[in-house]
């Protein structure tokens, strides 16, 4: 996978992801932290033409640096359910979503306000690609990701071991006002079909964000930043834990 971007480059380094080799735009000048750990961990960097570098990135907003670094690993769901259990924290579940840049941007507000990783159905999802982790700014890195045939069989079994499932949606209890129960599975649909009725009928808590305006929707990167900001709150998740 290629990955580009200063910040993506230095969180791959940072979480010791397995990482190819590195390279830089001739008029380029890398990170010094960059630097530092490639010299650390043996990874080599390379000088190459910045086309080149733009060629492979998709791009011309690269930073003048590209990484070849292995795929995001997947793992069974009962491997992220455990993590959720030991920090008694909270997870994505992104119902088919498709945008790997909202995407991106919700992986890197979970990781910020202390989510374990991400749940996804094998379908109409988005691909973990460079989009994805350019967004995240790199948080993909940090969080473990799992992808399933049936989010609705894979949420039971969370909840056989004791979990709880909460799904973001119109028409459930004001957000400001609930106890969230942990650790927790945090539902986010698509933006035009919402939370699909099998998951939704898996919910133990429905919230829903008030909203005020002349605007009656937010999109699904920000109603999922405010959903964790709450979790956030309610439960003094901080990075200690």
């Known amino acids: 996978m290629i990955v580009y971007g200063k910040n993506p480059i230095l969180e791959a380094l940072r979480a010791n992801r397995p990482i190819e080799k590195v390279l830089v ?23 190459v033409p910045r086309q080149k570098i733009e060629e492979l990135a998709g791009t011309k907003k690269t930073q003048g640096i590209v990484a070849i670094i292995s795929p995001v690993p997947l793992v069974p769901p009962e ?11 909270f997870f994505l579940v992104l119902d088919h979503i498709t ?5 991106g941007n919700l992986i890197r507000t979970c990781e910020v306000f202390g989510g374990v990783g991400v749940l996804l159905p094998k379908d109409r999802s ?9 967004a995240s700014s790199g948080a993909v890195f940090h969080l473990t990701f799992s992808r399933v045939p049936s989010l609705r069989r894979a949420l039971e079994e969370f909840q056989r071991m004791g979990g709880s499932v909460v799904v973001v949606e119109r028409g459930g209890e004001d957000i400001r006002r609930v106890r969230f129960p942990m ?12 939370v699909s009725k099998s998951v939704l009928e898996r919910a133990d808590l429905v919230v829903s964000i008030p909203m005020v305006g002349k605007l009656n929707s937010l999109n699904v990167s920000s109603a999922g930043a405010i959903a964790m900001w709450e979790v956030f709150k309610a439960c003094g998740l901080n990075r200690e834990d």
């Not at 491997?79 to 924290?89: D, G, P, Q, T, Y």
């Open 126 to 134: 988005f691909p973990i690609n460079q989009t994805a982790v350019k």
């Open 99 to 103: 945008d790997p840049q909202n995407a």
């Open 25 to 47: 735009a001739h008029d380029g000048h890398p990170p010094h932290q960059v630097v530092k750990l490639c010299k650390e961990k043996g990874i080599k960097i390379q000088r």
């Open 79 to 89: 491997e992220l359910f455990k993590k959720a259990f030991e920090k008694n924290s």
């Open 183 to 194: 650790p927790c599975a945090l539902v986010l649909g698509s933006e035009g079909e919402g």
